[in-house]
T-cell receptor, first 111, second 111 residues
Framework: QKEVEQNSGPLSVPEGAIASLNCTYS??????FFWYRQYSGKSPELIMF????GDKEDGRFTAQLNKASQYVSLLIRDSQPSDSATYLC???????????FGTGTRLTIIP | DVKVTQSSRYLVKRTGEKVFLECVQD?????MFWYRQDPGLGLRLIYF???????EKGDIPEGYSVSREKKERFSLILESASTNQTSMYLC??????????FGPGTRLTVT
């Protein structure tokens, strides 16, 4: 089992709809979880982080964490064409400073 | 705002050349990282440094070395560039236990 898994997509969502991105992780001891957005040809940009079970909202973005089931998701409400990008989930593994990244989910918002 | 800069956006080198990639951060972060990113393989950690003169191998250190003589600067060295080192190289930095911030990336082509 990979340490961090994401569906590679592509995931196509109509403009204005909710995009739902999922990530599962293997280390039950992980305490923090990060979502990065990466536009084609650009570097990853941090958009959300979450430490506690439940939901965390920031504008149109909501991160959801379920430690018992070992998954973290990112919801994007009112999806815009500018949200079209690859979304990377990242988790510190084995309690150290390094992050393990998923391979990313490519999201396309269809106007 | 955290700022991570990399010495070049695009670089073309010949097989066998010694290549230096430099990364500078201005936020007094303890941790610095070098990744490479290839289609289908995601982000892979090459080396990590948690303090000046300290380094730790990542998942794919073969063919690379690093140097951290000052806290703000982390260099990646390709001792003898090969075509299979053609890739996007990304530098990142972080405080202990916190999210990583990425530089703009260097697209290296080895011919």
């Amino acid at each position: 089992q990979k340490e961090v898994e994401q569906n590679s997509g592509p995931l196509s969502v109509p403009e204005g709809a909710i995009a739902s991105l999922n990530c599962t992780y293997s280390d039950r001891g992980s305490q923090s979880f990060f979502w990065y957005r990466q536009y084609s040809g650009k570097s990853p940009e941090l958009i959300m982080f979450i430490y506690s079970n439940g939901d965390k909202e920031d504008g149109r973005f909501t991160a959801q964490l379920n430690k018992a089931s070992q998954y973290v998701s990112l919801l994007i409400r009112d999806s815009q064409p500018s949200d079209s990008a690859t979304y990377l989930c990242a988790v510190p593994i084995f309690g150290n400073e390094k992050l393990t990244f998923g391979t990313g989910t490519r999201l396309t918002i269809i106007p | 705002d955290v700022k991570v800069t990399q010495s070049s956006r695009y670089l073309v080198k010949r097989t066998g050349e010694k290549v230096f990639l430099e990364c500078v951060q201005d936020m007094d972060h303890e941790n610095m990282f070098w990744y490479r990113q290839d289609p289908g393989l995601g982000l892979r950690l090459i080396y990590f440094s948690y303090d000046v003169k300290m380094k730790e191998k990542g998942d794919i250190p073969e063919g690379y070395s690093v140097s951290r003589e000052k806290k703000e600067r982390f260099s990646l060295i390709l001792e003898s560039a090969s075509t299979n080192q053609t890739s996007m190289y990304l530098c990142a930095s972080s405080l202990f236990g916190s999210e990583q911030y990425f530089g703009p990336g260097t697209r290296l082509t080895v011919t």
